[in-house]
């Protein structure tokens, strides 16, 4: 089976036993992660699904993105977090039922198990993280995680994924919450398995190129958003980062509490990886400036809370959202039909069933046709 | 012949750890590869490891490249590169530099 493990590992929390189920190649190469992820929340009833494209972890453009799904829609999983969750060894991890007591599920080698935490349900998102990959002794293990927000299941409540809010259109937070789960944390050290490795490769080159030709190089989030190409952010800017397999990224680190310019490790909390576009347009629209909507974007991402609804409740300078946070809720601003929210790209379905991220397929221009030539000598067979 | 790295055009993509188990196996995986991404995400920090034939490990890191003998890998979960085939430059064109989105990683004569 190539590009996929065949199976996806059921959890049920209220007991913390783990079992596994067997994933056809035949269902796995109808090429839709959404309605597989559906039907296995369906089978399993009231389910949190997290899974991942076909092509998740292929040398495709931007093949990036993995998703969960619960009641309360879909989100993707972008950065490395859909290939780090892929090659921990399963297609799909199914969470169902509610753990007796506060805990995070950790995914690698083809094992998942429930790690009992209590002490982690006073921490915020960020040292949830931090915990967990010094606890588990790597630093590249990723972690979905809910904060304070999401453990108090407050409806405007966001996941962070590694550190960083901003694909969570569908405000999951609180199902993680509901069910005592502080995080999932998941590291690949598995492999993938191509039919014609060259091909894949030479393919996947071409289409790049072809992309290349018409969208020059990338100059981050400023690529995508244009207030980013204002002196005021621009100033701050660190280093442009890229998902996992993605050659236009669209993501810019702005550093706060240290010079931008410089690049040696220093301090451990510099700034804000930005790429949420929603929340950057409602952060703007109150005037404040790059540095504070930095430092209220961090502190957002601690709390597990959605910036756009924050800032969308009144909040028009730091303090503000220092107190919004500290009540502690807002209402939901509806993020999803945003301009720049993953969930508002026309090409999010497509995309997100492959695998693929899909705002780069957004400005890339999608086409299925040229995907799947890319995709076929990996897979060995028609992407159907 | 020998890799180039320049590491401040690094974007830290994954792509050249990626297809270096290509070289290998008809597989892409992160763990065989003889070059490695260190990434400290939150600090924004991240830079590349080669582990060569003649010249040992070579850091990129964004401050500037050294040459020297340490753990280099991912953190301790990870297959510590030291234990890993050092780049035999894919016999003549490097898969890695083939990839590279951005130009970081060349091939220099």
């Known amino acids: ?384 | 012949m020998r890799l180039g790295l320049e590491s401040l055009k690094c974007v830290a993509c994954g792509l050249c750890e990626t297809v270096c188990s290509m070289n290998r196996d008809s597989t892409l995986t992160p763990m065989s590869s003889s070059i490695i991404l260190h990434v400290e995400d939150k600090a924004d920090y991240f830079g590349l490891v080669l582990k060569t034939q003649d010249e040992g490990l070579v850091v990129a890191r964004p401050e500037g490249q050294s040459g020297e003998q340490g753990a280099g890998s991912s953190g301790p979960g990870a297959k510590p590169i030291l234990l890993r085939e050092p780049c035999d430059l894919c016999g003549g064109d490097p898969r890695c530099a083939r990839i590279c989105p951005t130009g970081c990683i060349t091939v220099v004569d």
């Open chain 1, 1 to 384: 089976m190539y590009l996929c493990n065949g199976r996806a590992c059921i959890m049920d929390l209220s007991t913390g036993e783990a079992s596994e189920q067997e994933l056809s190649e035949e269902l796995l190469m109808k090429g839709s992660a959404v309605r597989l992820a559906d039907s296995l929340r369906d089978e399993h009833g009231d389910a949190l699904v997290l899974g991942t494209g076909l092509l998740t972890g292929s040398l495709v453009p931007s093949a990036c993105a993995g998703l969960i799904s619960s009641a309360k829609g879909t989100m993707p999983l972008l950065g490395f977090a859909g290939v780090e969750l892929k090659l921990a060894g399963f297609d799909f991890i199914v969470i169902k039922g509610e753990s007796p007591e506060p805990g995070y599920l950790w995914a690698r080698d083809g094992i998942v198990e429930f790690v009992s935490s209590p002490s982690m349900a006073s921490m915020d998102s960020w040292d949830r993280t931090d915990k967990i990959r010094a606890d588990q002794g790597d630093r590249r293990i990723q972690v979905v995680s809910a904060g304070p927000w999401g453990d108090s299941m407050r409806e405007a409540s966001s996941i962070a994924v590694s550190h960083w809010l901003g694909e969570d259109d569908a405000f999951m937070g609180a199902e993680f919450g509901r069910r005592k789960l502080v995080g999932v944390a998941f590291r690949g050290m598995g492999e993938l398995e191509v039919s014609d490795a060259e091909g894949h490769l030479t393919a996947s080159l071409a289409l790049r190129a072809d992309h290349a030709s018409r969208l020059g190089q990338s100059a981050g989030l400023a690529s995508y958003w244009d207030k980013a190409r204002d002196s005021g952010f621009s100033s701050l800017l660190h280093r442009v980062v890229a998902c996992f397999g993605c050659p236009h990224p669209c993501r810019s680190f702005l550093k706060v509490n240290e010079d931008p310019r410089l690049m040696a490790l220093s301090a451990k909390e510099p700034g804000y990886l930005h790429f949420d576009i929603p929340s950057l347009d409602a952060a703007t629209s109150t005037g404040m400036g790059s540095g504070d909507i930095t430092t209220s974007f961090m502190e957002c991402a601690k709390a597990g809370a959605d910036p756009s609804s924050v800032i969308g409740a009144g909040a028009t300078d730091l303090a503000g959202v220092r107190k919004m946070l500290a009540m502690g809720d807002a209402p939901v601003r509806t993020r999803s039909s945003a301009t720049g929210s993953f969930r508002a790209y026309p090409t999010f379905d497509d995309c997100i069933a492959l695998g693929l991220c899909p705002r780069y397929w957004a400005k890339a221009g999608l086409d299925l046709d040229a995907v799947s030539e890319c995709a076929e000598p990996a897979l060995g067979r028609e992407l159907r």
